[in-house]
C-alpha cells in the first residue's frame, strides 16, 4: 500500500477487506487472553513476544507497560517521532446467567457479518481499548505508511491509571506527537480531559440516648443515577444531596437526630437511592409523613421527565439504642446540603463541554463511622482547587475532618495545536465532512502524558464503541477501516 501522495478515499476502498482482516486476526489474538485490570500479565506476555517475533526491541518496564520503536516506511525517516498509545486492560464483566470468569476465561468475539458488528459472546467485548491496540498492531506490521513510530501499550487504564502514571519523560524523550487511539465515535476528536480528586469528610460519631420515643426511615430511591463525569450536566437527582435537604427542611419544624444516614454505590457514580434513620417524639410521627409526602410532589416537580421514577417514602422503624448528638446531627445534614454537587463551571473554549463538577458519590453515617466522599473533576486546575477549599471551609464550619486525594491529572486544550489542525485536515480529505472537536469530562490517561511535558502535542481518536464497560459493548467495524483511512492520511502528512 505505497500511497503516500493519494488520498485513501480517491484510492477508494477495494482494500477494506484486508484491513479488516488483519485487524480482526489481531483482536481474536487479544481476546485469547484474559486481561482485566491489574492482570494484564499474560496479555503483556503474549505482545511482548508478538513485537519480538518481528524484531523489534521491546521494553517491558514495573508496572507492565510495553513500548518499542518501530522504524519509519522507506522515504519518510524524516518525519517527527510520533507515539501510537493504547491500553491493554480492559472491563470485564458478563451478563447475568453467563457464566465467566474474568481471570481465566477468554472473550468470544461475535461478528455480525451483515451489519459489521463485533460484540462478545454473554460479557464486555474489550474493544476498549483492544480495538486501539489491533490497530496499532496493524500499523507496526507496515500496513500503511508512516514516520519514525514510538508504540506504547499501558497497563491497568480502567481501574488506576497506573501504568499510564508510570510513564516517564525518558519513555517519551523526542516525541513531538502523542496519539491516544482510546475514543469511542471515530467522528469525534477527542482534545481535552479532566482530572479528578477524591474528597473525604470524616468525623468520630458521637451517639447518645434518642431523646424521642419513635423512629422512621426516609428513603430516596428509583433514581436513573450514571456516570458522575459523562453523565454529570443531565440534571439528575443525587439521592443523597436530595434526601439530605429534605430532611434538613423537615428538621427546621420537626426536632429529630440521624441514626444513620446511608446512600451510593461508587465515588464515580450519581447516587441513585439513599436512606436515613431519624428517632423523633412520637406525636411528631403525623407531620413527618405528611412533610415527606409534600416533599414527594415537590422533588418530583422538580426533576419531572430527568427522574421519572422518583420515590421518597417514609416507614416505621425499630427505635435505635444511640443516635448522633444533635449539634453534629444538624452539622453531617448541613455539610452535604452545602456541598458543591453537580456542574460547577462550563468551558468558555468548548460549547456544551463541563469544564468542572463535583459528585457527592457515598455516605455512610451510623455508630460505626460518619464518612461523605465525593469526586470532583475538572479540566483546569484551578476550578478543582475552588471546589477543594469550599469543602475545605465547609467542614471546618461543620466540625469535619476533610482530607483531599489527587486522582488523576488534567489534560488543557492545547492552544493551537499542529496535530488536531492535521487530523482535522485528514479526516477532511479522507471523509469529506468536518471532524467535530470536543472535550470529555473523565479522565484519560493523555492527562498523566501531558504533565510529563508542556510541548508535548496530545490528541484521542477511536472507531466507534457503543456500550463500553457493559456486557452489550460493541464495536461497528466500518468505523474500524474509516479510522484506519484517517491514520493512513494522517501518518504521512505529520510534518
Ligand atoms: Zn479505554
Not at 315 to 339: F, R
Not at 371 to 388: D, K, N
Request: glycine content about 10%; aromatic content about 4%; proline content about 6%.
Amino acid at each position: 500500500m505505497e500511497r503516500t501522495s493519494t488520498p485513501a478515499r480517491a484510492a477508494g476502498r477495494a482494500d477494506d477487506a484486508a484491513v479488516l482482516a488483519d485487524f480482526l486476526g489481531n483482536f481474536r489474538l487479544l481476546c485469547s487472553v484474559p486481561r482485566p485490570s491489574g492482570h494484564e500479565k499474560a496479555v503483556c506476555d503474549l505482545l511482548q513476544d508478538w513485537a519480538a517475533d518481528l524484531g523489534f526491541a521491546v521494553r517491558r518496564n514495573a508496572a507492565g507497560n510495553l513500548l518499542f520503536d518501530v522504524p519509519a516506511t522507506p522515504g519518510l525517516g524524516h518525519l517527527p517521532l510520533v507515539a501510537l498509545q493504547a491500553h491493554l486492560d480492559m472491563v470485564c464483566v458478563a451478563r447475568e446467567g453467563t457464566p465467566f470468569d474474568p481471570l481465566s476465561d477468554p472473550i468470544v468475539p461475535v461478528l455480525d457479518e451483515e451489519t459489521g458488528v463485533l460484540s462478545a459472546s454473554g460479557t464486555s467485548l474489550g474493544a476498549d481499548d483492544g480495538a486501539g491496540v489491533a490497530l496499532i498492531m496493524s500499523i507496526a506490521k507496515g500496513k500503511l505508511p508512516h514516520g519514525p513510530l514510538r508504540v506504547l501499550w499501558t497497563t491497568d487504564e480502567e481501574a488506576g491509571m497506573t501504568g499510564a502514571e508510570a510513564v516517564t519523560p525518558g519513555d517519551l524523550a523526542g516525541v513531538k506527537y502523542l496519539l491516544n487511539i482510546d475514543s469511542e465515535e471515530s467522528g469525534t476528536l477527542i482534545v481535552s480531559s479532566a482530572a479528578a480528586a477524591l474528597i473525604v469528610a470524616t468525623a468520630e460519631p458521637r451517639m447518645e440516648a434518642p431523646a424521642g420515643d419513635a423512629a422512621l426511615a426516609v428513603s430516596l430511591s428509583g433514581l436513573r443515577g450514571g456516570h458522575s463525569g459523562m453523565e454529570i450536566a443531565k440534571g439528575r437527582c443525587n439521592a443523597i444531596v436530595a434526601l439530605a435537604g429534605a430532611i434538613a427542611e423537615m428538621r427546621e419544624i420537626i426536632p429529630f437526630a440521624l441514626a444513620s444516614f446511608a446512600g451510593g454505590t461508587a465515588d464515580n457514580a450519581i447516587p441513585a437511592k439513599a436512606v436515613a434513620r431519624i428517632a423523633l417524639a412520637a406525636k411528631d410521627r403525623g407531620a413527618a409523613v405528611a412533610f415527606v409526602a409534600d416533599m414527594e410532589r415537590i422533588l418530583r416537580a422538580r426533576y419531572g421527565d430527568r427522574e421519572p421514577s422518583l420515590s421518597l417514602s417514609i416507614e416505621e422503624g425499630a427505635l435505635p439504642p444511640a443516635v448522633l448528638a444533635q449539634p453534629q446531627s444538624d452539622a453531617i445534614l448541613a455539610y452535604v446540603t452545602e456541598s458543591l454537587d453537580g456542574v460547577y463551571s462550563m468551558s468558555p473554549d468548548a460549547e456544551g463541554l463541563v469544564e468542572s463538577s463535583s459528585n457527592l458519590g457515598l455516605v455512610a453515617v451510623g455508630p460505626d463511622g460518619v464518612e461523605i466522599r465525593q469526586m470532583p473533576r475538572g479540566s483546569v486546575s484551578a476550578r478543582l482547587e475552588e471546589i477543594e477549599v469550599h469543602q475545605l471551609a465547609l467542614g471546618e464550619r461543620c466540625g469535619l475532618a476533610v482530607a483531599v486525594e489527587e486522582k488523576s491529572r488534567p489534560w488543557p486544550v492545547k492552544p493551537g495545536s499542529r496535530l488536531v489542525a492535521a487530523i482535522r485536515a485528514a479526516y477532511r480529505r479522507v471523509n469529506g465532512t468536518d471532524m467535530e472537536v470536543s472535550g470529555i469530562h473523565a479522565g484519560l490517561e493523555c492527562g498523566a502524558f501531558a504533565v510529563l511535558s508542556p510541548d508535548l502535542d496530545i490528541a484521542s481518536i477511536g472507531p466507534d464503541i457503543l456500550g463500553a464497560h457493559s456486557p452489550g459493548e460493541k464495536l461497528l467495524l466500518p468505523s474500524v477501516t474509516k479510522t484506519w483511512h484517517l491514520l493512513e492520511t494522517l501518518l504521512p502528512s505529520l510534518g
